[in-house]
């Protein structure tokens, strides 16, 4: 089985024994002198789950080289963790530009593994700092790996945040529709309430029909049949339940 690191390289054994076809998590190993930092690129948002690692080796007389070529220095390592922040600076000119529930999640999609890989970056990074204490220019690169980790850490918080409110505002007026549309229906019925009894003589006796009414005391038996038409529907009025409106939580 062919192993991941370059076979140039001149390498503890024991590095590439502990290694499969492929680079695995990112982590560091250190022996006699010699430091191995296997991480990963930045994070495909579209697929996540696809890890391309890359190697930097510290060799016991300080110099570097990596897997991709570059200089022997460390460099290629800055380089790598600078290409996170660029990536964090994008996702947070996204996060403030949102507005909708889609654009927070889009977000809280692309940050997530991202926040992940730095977090296992750092971890590995600082591993690689106690392996080698008295290398200033690898603690000033961890420390920046740090800083990125934090500033994904704020975009995640905005973006969970910005989701939640978002989905609570909605879910608001949603309730607040919902009560108008309530209240507005139960007025309709009252009013459909009030008039019912009148409509429903008037079709009756306004049928050609003689039913005697005609002229029976005219036009007192109009007004005395409105007016019972009228209390009729107020009795039905009073007689409907109140509508039931959702009730708001608590502000």
């Keep these: 089985m ?16 502990r290694l499969g ?7 560091t190993m250190a022996e006699d002198g010699h430091v191995l930092v296997i991480l990963h690129d930045v994070p495909n948002a579209d697929d996540p789950a696809i890890r391309s690692a890359r190697f930097f080796w510290r060799k016991a007389d ?18 790598h963790v600078e290409r996170f922040r660029a990536r964090a ?56 790996s740090q800083e990125v980790e934090r500033a994904l ?3 995640h918080g905005y973006a969970k945040d ?5 989905v609570a505002r909605n879910a608001e007026e ?24 009148i409509t429903a003589l008037g079709s009756l006796l306004g049928m050609n029909l003689v039913h005697g009414f005609e002229t029976w005391h005219a036009p007192w ?14 009795w039905i009025k009073s007689a409907l339940p109140k509508p039931k409106v959702p009730a708001r939580p608590p502000r």
């Design 2 to 17: 062919k192993s991941p690191i370059p076979q140039s390289w001149d390498v503890p054994s024991s590095f590439r024994e």
């Design 174 to 197: 949603s309730a607040a529709n919902t009560e108008h549309v309530i209240r507005s229906g139960h007025r309709l019925n009252l009013l459909a309430a009030v008039f019912l009894p």
């Design 21 to 27: 076809a492929s680079g695995g998590r990112q982590r």
């Design 221 to 234: 038996t109009f007004w005395g049949v409105s007016a019972a038409s009228f209390v009729l529907g107020f």
């Design 89 to 144: 600076e994008v996702l947070e000119d996204e996060v403030e530009g949102a507005r909708s529930a889609a654009d927070y999640f889009r977000v809280l999609h692309q940050v997530a593994p991202l926040l992940r890989s730095v977090r296992n970056m750092t971890r590995a990074l600082q591993d690689a700092r106690d392996a080698t204490r008295n290398d200033r220019e690898l603690i000033a690169v961890r420390d920046a």
């Design 162 to 166: 910005g989701l939640e409110f978002t």
């Design 62 to 79: 300080g110099s570097w080289r990596a897997n991709d070529g570059g200089p022997p220095t460390i460099v290629p390592l800055r380089e």
């Design 153 to 155: 850490e704020l975009i």
